[in-house]
T-cell receptor, first 114, second 112 residues
Framework: EPEVTQTPSHQVTQMGQEVILRCVPI?????FYWYRQILGQKVEFLVS????????KSEIFDDQFSVERPDGSNFTLKIRSTKLEDSAMYFC????????????FGEGSWLTVV | GQNIDQPTEMTATEGAIVQINCTYQ??????LFWYQQHAGEAPTFLSY????GLEEKGRFSSFLSRSKGYSYLLLKELQMKDSASYLC?????????????FGGGTRVLVKP
């Protein structure tokens, strides 16, 4: 069964450093997303991406965050200058379309900022 | 905005049935998802409701009442592996980006 894959599974970084989280969405999907989940808290929407541009972003997704689809398969989330409060599990997700199409999640990248 | 409420935790016995309720207050509605999440893992899709009524999928069923802003997930013949968090999520109809808003999740503990 096709799946969303993410790397790395776990990254520890120092505060202020840049981090890039990588994702390979399901191959025929057109919508891509990043969500995050701080330990013990809700899954929160960060950003959605369609047709090579951001279609929506949350208030969490400030200027420190950016997304890119550098080629036909990868979808990346960059955090320019990490803060302690960025420590969370980051989930990439994808869906074939909008509407009733199911959103499939990757296994997550656990980011620890020290 | 969206407000989604579900109980924090439930305990049930192997072989039994458990019903997890979810209520939502939203400015609009375009479908409700249920996901299962084991600790430290990704949410896994279970079911989707956009019209009123019951959707059945094996041991799992999900019900929706849009007029009441209410859904439930029914887990039958509980197995130990069903111990997990169950997340209710509502799709925002105004969102160009197909955004889901999640509830806090209900942790279900299945005991022998």
């Amino acid at each position: 069964e096709p799946e969303v894959t993410q790397t790395p599974s776990h990254q520890v970084t120092q505060m202020g450093q840049e981090v890039i989280l990588r994702c390979v969405p399901i191959s025929n999907h057109l919508y891509f997303y990043w969500y995050r989940q701080i330990l013990g808290q809700k899954v929160e929407f960060l950003v959605s991406f369609y047709n090579n541009e951001i279609s929506e972003k949350s208030e969490i997704f400030d200027d420190q965050f950016s997304v890119e689809r550098p080629d036909g398969s990868n979808f990346t989330l960059k955090i320019r200058s990490t803060k302690l409060e960025d420590s969370a599990m980051y989930f990439c997700a994808s869906s074939l379309g909008a509407g009733r199409n199911t959103i499939y999640f990757g296994e997550g990248s656990w980011l620890t900022v020290v | 905005g969206q407000n989604i409420d579900q109980p924090t935790e439930m305990t049930a016995t192997e072989g039994a049935i458990v019903q997890i309720n979810c209520t939502y207050q939203t400015s609009g509605f375009n479908g409700l998802f249920w996901y299962q999440q084991h600790a430290g893992e990704a949410p896994t899709f279970l079911s989707y409701n956009v019209l009123d009524g019951l959707e059945e999928k094996g041991r799992f069923s999900s019900f929706l009442s849009r007029s009441k802003g209410y859904s439930y997930l029914l887990l039958k013949e509980l197995q130990m592996k069903d111990s997990a968090s169950y997340l209710c999520a509502v799709r925002d109809p105004k969102a160009a980006g197909n955004k889901l808003t999640f509830g806090g999740g209900t942790r279900v503990l299945v005991k022998p």
